[in-house]
């Protein structure tokens, strides 16, 4: 098993250095597999490894932010007409798939139960997160790289 600070020490090299990707097993069939992906690593465990401390999202201007407006409490609650679209887990929120693609969706936007609209990162893990309701999106409540809680409204949807 490996320890978090060899975990930190191999994402801090691989994130430093000019590889995109390292795969390593050691003699317990445990592998670790770090990937770049764009400007952000991304790790891939097969084995189970402990907790380790999550890293602080990444500084976003307004305009990669898409100008959402900011809300964390769990309490708001929507229009008659609207639903809500809140986070299944504690992470970070992400609008579009990495920070030089536009977002999943805008203020305005149809969609569809199955239609992605964000990220929620949790331990290195970028979790998509559909939609489950049809409809028009009218407030998104989260700014991008925000920390979300489990239950935290993400979206109104009329």
Known sequence: MYSIEE?????????????????????????????????????????PLPQGVPTPPPAQTPEQSGGATSTSSTDIEPADDCKKITSPMVGTFYRSPSPDTDPYVQVGDRIEEASVVCIVEAMKLM?????????????????????????????FVK
């Open 7 to 47: 975990i930190k020490e191999l994402i801090k090299t691989v994130d430093e250095s000019g590889i995109g990707e390292l795969e390593i097993k050691n003699e317990e069939k445990a592998t670790i597999a770090i990937r770049k992906e764009k400007a952000e690593p991304v790790q891939q465990v097969s084995a």
């Open 127 to 155: 979790n998509e997160l559909e939609a489950e309701v049809s409809g028009e999106i009218t407030e998104i409540l989260v700014e991008n790289g925000e920390l979300v809680d489990y239950g935290q409204p993400l979206f």
